[in-house]
């Protein structure tokens, strides 16, 4: 025979039911947790005991939300369940089991009253804790944290660039999220992110980074904002935490984030009436995975005149930006070279400086390229 209690529970619950939680058990969206009762009746300490038995603990309330959720779970239910909280015969306060606060203001009406030292909820209007003797028999009510998370260790010694998302990403995260993504980027190297796209609800679920495996005020890099325009963001150094945080309430899609491991590579400038700019190693092989960015400025009325005359990288993938400004964006870009076909290549700057930047991908290194600059 099916008791009641459980038919109602099911019945009445109004929530998700995924796949969320192990068989028998509801999960509910608010608190993102897993609940079950038991079909059977327990004094409170074999609930307790029952609780633990089946994976879980007795449910104690934790915040007022929870309490709203219970509410909605239990208003239809004869029979009060258990929750995980007693009255210290000492102290006379009563406390959760589980260690979270307590909230004394959560007592039904008259209550708390000197009739029992354990608590029952009573889901009813007016719903709220109610002290029940603790050898009375009462279903037991069960609560446990599902692995909502996707949290993970990304990359490794060796890996350049990854991708990873929100959990549910692209139709929706769950509340009460604290998932880490501790990414790691080769020796040597420094960690550039961007999240595109971030939906979340914001102000109250967060995305935050930090320098190293850490959580730590001092080690924060940035939190992502949906109303900024451009979301990226770099470590100074090979190991950078995510971590992701929502609330009790309002869910969205999430978000999807890109990273590139970059090689430390200091700007290489040049100043006065000539020099020699050439890709890192020339004339042996540039390496793989290089970003080598260059700059020259001349005297104020004067122009840069810069020749290559040797270029060999390989085609489409290692290339040289040439652009008209100290600035590097699409919008002062000249020219992308690349191949083996290129020198010899002439390029007068318009203005009295120019910059440069060379591109290596992981695969394939040639010997790069080796270019001369006057003033003119
Ligand atoms: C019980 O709670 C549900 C969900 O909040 C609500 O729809 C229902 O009307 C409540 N029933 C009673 C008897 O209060
Ligand atoms: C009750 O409270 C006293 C005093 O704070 C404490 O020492 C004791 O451990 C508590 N007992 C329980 C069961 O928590
Ligand atoms: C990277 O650095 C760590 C710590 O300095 C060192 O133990 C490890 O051997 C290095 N790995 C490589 C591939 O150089
Ligand atoms: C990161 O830090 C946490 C907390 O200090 C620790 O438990 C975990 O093992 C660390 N992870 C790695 C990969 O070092
Ligand atoms: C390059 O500039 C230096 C002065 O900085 C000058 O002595 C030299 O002659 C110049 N070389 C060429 C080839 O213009
Ligand atoms: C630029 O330099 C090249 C190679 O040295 C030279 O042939 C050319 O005349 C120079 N152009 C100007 C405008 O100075
Ligand atoms: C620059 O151009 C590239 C290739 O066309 C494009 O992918 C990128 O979004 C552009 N960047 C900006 C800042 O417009
Ligand atoms: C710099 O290059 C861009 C792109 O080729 C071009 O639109 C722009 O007019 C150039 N600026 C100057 C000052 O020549």
Not at 36 to 63: M, P
Not at 342 to 349: C, E, L, R, T, W
Request: proline share 5%; net charge negative.
């Amino acid at each position: 025979m099916i008791p009641p209690i459980l038919f109602l529970f099911s019945a009445f619950i109004g929530l998700t039911v995924g796949s969320e939680c192990p068989l028998g058990w509801t999960f509910n969206s608010v608190t993102s947790e897993c609940y079950t009762f038991s079909a059977r009746l327990f004094t409170f300490d074999e609930s307790v005991q029952y609780c633990n038995s089946i994976g879980g603990k007795s449910v104690s309330i934790s915040s007022y939300s929870e309490r709203d959720a219970l509410v909605a779970l239990t208003n239809t239910t004869i029979l009060q369940p258990w929750l995980g909280a007693r009255r210290n015969t000492t102290t006379k306060n009563f406390y959760n089991l589980d260690g979270s606060y307590f909230y004394t203001l959560m007592w039904t009406t008259n209550e708390p009253s000197i009739n029992g030292d354990c608590v029952t909820f009573k889901g009813a209007n007016p719903s709220g804790l109610q002290v029940t003797q603790c050898y009375q028999l009462q279903p037991a009510f069960c609560k446990q944290t599902p692995a909502l998370c996707n949290s993970a260790v990304l990359g490794g010694p060796s890996t350049w660039s990854g991708t990873f998302q929100s959990p549910g990403y692209p139709v929706q995260y769950y509340n009460n999220l604290d998932c880490r993504y501790l990414i790691n980027s080769p020796n040597n190297t420094y960690i550039t992110i961007e999240f595109y796209p971030f939906v979340i609800e914001e102000w109250y679920d967060s995305v935050d980074l930090y320098e190293g495996n850490s959580t730590s005020y001092a080690d924060h890099i940035g939190s992502v904002s949906s109303y900024d325009w451009v979301r990226g963001y770099e470590s100074d150094g090979n190991v950078m935490n995510v971590r992701f945080k929502t609330n009790y309430a309002i869910t969205d899609k999430g978000w999807l984030a890109t990273w590139t491991a970059k090689k430390d590579m200091p700007v290489i400038s040049q100043y006065g009436m000539n020099g020699t700019m050439v890709s890192p190693n020339y004339p042996n092989n540039y390496d793989p995975h290089d970003e080598q960015v260059y700059q020259i400025s001349v005297a104020y009325g004067m122009q840069v005149n810069l020749t290559i005359d040797d270029f060999r990288t390989e085609n489409r993938f290692d290339y040289l930006n040439i652009y008209n400004s100290s600035s590097q964006s699409n919008s002062t870009l000249v020219a992308t070279l690349s191949g083996a076909s290129v020198a010899p290549y002439n390029f007068i700057s318009p203005k009295s400086y120019m910059s440069m930047k060379f591109v290596s991908d992981g695969s394939l290194q040639y010997k790069g390229w080796h270019a001369v600059w006057t003033i003119c």
